[in-house]
């Protein structure tokens, strides 16, 4: 594919503001990648930002249908609120454009496996933001798991946890777990049989919306243990600890270390860092391209809103719910 591909990033808030800015900056250095619009519904953060990353030759909309049939745009970044995703990933799919959307893909399963099929029938590409996924530190984790560094795994720990005022209409389950459920995954090549969780609303009791969790994931052979908060004081924590028959691995996700214990020594895993986002970036652009095969596919997207759907339920129900046999 000789083409160029010409992106349109929809959501400029606190997420979108940073593609917006890599996306620029990959413009300035690629021939065949240009940043054309920005949308969003807030003129004034659209003026804001293009003041901001000068955005001189960027489109900027409040509508994002009036790309639906341009020509000039073939990608489009979706970063909108959560309940928007399905929407606007379905005009973008229907009018045959190539589509990267934010987590959670959807908040309904059924919804999100539509997408999937859409995408199917429009030929275009359609991969989900699991920016873990593009963290160095985690891909050397799994290289160490299947060189068998710690043996047999036993459990994985994951704590997803800051001091932050909750986001506006969002429950912590949806939000935030489909962050350490694809992590589990992407190390693991594996679904939760089954999922029990417990949340609570502390500072939203009237909106019923939890702020903190625990949930435990029951796989083939391993448990994993998920704690989210954003009312925990102190640093902000991603942190994954594996615990196997012949010793365990902590990593630090946020400042991608990864530190390595066996037989009462510790040793600190050379990793280099990375730019998460960029190269989420530049794997769209590789698909598109058809340079290579996607690890953030729909199907994993439309997986992880299972997963979810299915803790949503355990709470409701108050026990262990089954997601897949």
């Keep these: 594919m000789d083409t160029e591909i010409n992106v349109a990033v929809v959501g400029a808030g606190y997420w979108g503001f940073k593609l917006i800015r890599e996306y620029l900056a990959l413009s300035a250095e690629r021939d065949d990648v240009r940043l054309r619009a920005v949308v969003d519904v807030s003129q004034e953060r659209l003026k804001e930002i293009a003041r901001k990353l000068d955005l001189s030759e960027v489109r900027l909309l409040t509508d994002y249908k009036a790309l639906l049939n341009n020509p000039e745009v073939n990608a489009v970044h979706i970063a909108t609120p959560n309940e928007t995703h399905f929407t606007i990933a379905k005009d973008f799919l229907q009018a045959e454009k190539n589509v990267l959307l934010e987590k959670p893909m959807t908040l309904s399963s059924r ?8 995408a199917e029938i429009n030929n275009s590409i359609l991969l989900v933001g699991h920016i873990f996924r593009f963290n160095n530190a985690l891909h050397k984790v799994k290289q160490i798991l299947r060189k068998g560094w710690i043996g047999k795994v036993y459990y994985m720990d994951l704590t997803w946890t800051t001091k932050m005022l909750p986001p506006e209409n969002r429950d912590i389950i949806f939000d935030l777990a489909p962050h350490p459920v694809d992590i589990v995954n992407f190390l693991t090549d594996e679904w939760p049989n089954e999922v029990y969780i417990k949340a609570k609303s502390y500072v939203r009791r009237e909106e019923g919306l939890e702020e903190v969790a625990y949930s435990i994931m029951e796989l083939d052979d391993i448990m994993a243990q998920i704690k989210l908060s954003w009312l925990e004081h102190g640093k902000k924590t991603r942190s994954v600890r594996i615990v196997g028959e012949d010793g365990t691995i902590l990593v630090d996700a946020l400042n991608q270390k990864v530190t390595y214990y066996k037989d009462g020594e510790v040793n600190e ?11 989420l970036i530049e794997h769209f652009i590789n698909i598109i391209r058809k340079e290579k095969s996607p690890f953030n596919s729909a199907l994993i997207g439309a997986l992880v809103v299972l997963v979810l759907e299915a803790m949503r339920e355990s709470l409701k129900e108050n026990k262990p719910v089954v997601v897949l046999r």
Aim: proline share 0%.
């Design 111 to 118: 919804r999100a496996f539509k997408l999937v099929r859409l």
């Design 269 to 279: 895993v050379q990793v280099k860092a990375n730019n998460t986002i960029r190269d």
